[in-house]
C-alpha cells in the first residue's frame, strides 16, 4: 500500500512538472507574438511603436486600410517579392498603412486571414476586415496597383 502512494506521489510530480513547462513555453508564446495577436486598429500596441525616439512614443498613424505581407524566412519567392514591397512600403506609407506578417512566428494571424501560401498580400479595413488580396509572384507594377487601389486618396 505505502509503494501505491510513493508511485501516485512520482506520477502527480511529474505532472505538475510537465504543466510548468507547458505554461512557461506558452506564456514566452505569447509574449514574444503579442504585437503580431493585436491586429485590431483600436488596439494600443497596434497603434504604438515600440521604437522609441528619446524617450517619446511614436505613434503610427491609423490609415483606411492596411496592406500585410505575408511572408515565411522559408519561401523562395517571398525572397522575391519582399524587396518590392520595401521599396512600395516608402512610396505610400504616407497613404497606406503595411504591416509584415511571418507566418511562421504569427500563424494565428495567417489563419484568421485564410492564408495558406506565401507571398500573399491582403487589404484589411481599419476594422480587421479582409477585402482583397493577390498571391504568389507578381510584377512590381502589378503589387503597385493593388497597393494604390487600398490607398487613401
Not at 505538475?16 to 485590431?40: A, H, M, P, Y
Not at 521599396?87 to 498603412?97: A, F, I, M, P, W
Amino acid at each position: 500500500m505505502l509503494e501505491k502512494i510513493k508511485n501516485n506521489k512520482s506520477y502527480i510530480i511529474i505532472g505538475i512538472i510537465v504543466i510548468l513547462v507547458v505554461g512557461v513555453f506558452v506564456l514566452k508564446q505569447i509574449n514574444g507574438d503579442i504585437e503580431s495577436d493585436c491586429i485590431d486598429p483600436n488596439c494600443t500596441e497596434h497603434n504604438h511603436s515600440h521604437n522609441h525616439d528619446h524617450g517619446h512614443e511614436n505613434i503610427e498613424e491609423v490609415h483606411e486600410y492596411t496592406i500585410y505581407n505575408f511572408t515565411s524566412n522559408f519561401c523562395y519567392y517571398c525572397t522575391q517579392m519582399n524587396p518590392i514591397f520595401d521599396k512600395l512600403k516608402k512610396e505610400y506609407k504616407d497613404k497606406t498603412g503595411f504591416k509584415v506578417i511571418d507566418i511562421d512566428k504569427d500563424g494565428a494571424v495567417a489563419n484568421k486571414y485564410n492564408i495558406y501560401a506565401t507571398p500573399t498580400f491582403i487589404a484589411v479595413d481599419k476594422d480587421g476586415n479582409k477585402k482583397d488580396s493577390i498571391q504568389g509572384v507578381v510584377s512590381e507594377e502589378k503589387l503597385k496597383e493593388f497597393i494604390e487601389k487600398w490607398s487613401n486618396k
